[in-house]
Nanobody, 125 residues
Framework: QVQLVESGGKLVQPGDSLRLSCAAS????????MGWFRQAPGKDREFVAAMVKSLGLTYYADSVKGRFTVSGDFTKNTVYLQMSNLNPEDTGLYYC??????????????????WGQGTQVTVSS
């Protein structure tokens, strides 16, 4: 089993930056993908970014490309989401998710068996 714990969410103003963390514990697979998703009230959960640990590949939603950066410290099994130039449309509950690397696109929530509880990011003036 794998446990995921997100942290770092808070209320920020438009234009601010914020870094989220996701720490994996338990028995993560040797090679895994870590995805970030978010869900705004009344909307479906949407893909934000992902990282393939073994290859260092990163993926981003078009809406965050150039503003968000995903990185990892795999000595700690921790992945980060650095967010900059935040706007109100970035508001939502941010989840991290983990799956064994299988070569499939990491953009779909259904592909991840392990999820954190989420951390709230609110962008408002």
């Amino acid at each position: 089993q794998v446990q995921l714990v997100e942290s770092g969410g808070k209320l920020v103003q438009p234009g601010d930056s914020l870094r989220l963390s996701c720490a994996a514990s338990g028995r993560p697979p040797r090679t895994y993908d870590m995805g970030w998703f978010r869900q705004a009230p009344g909307k479906d959960r949407e893909f934000v970014a992902a990282m393939v640990k073994s290859l260092g590949l990163t993926y981003y939603a078009d809406s965050v490309k150039g503003r968000f950066t995903v990185s990892g410290d795999f000595t700690k099994n921790t992945v980060y989401l650095q967010m900059s130039n935040l706007n109100p449309e970035d508001t939502g509950l941010y989840y991290c998710a983990l799956r064994s690397t299988n070569g499939d696109t990491p953009r779909y929530p259904s592909g991840y068996p392990f999820w954190g509880q989420g951390t709230q990011v609110t962008v408002s003036s």
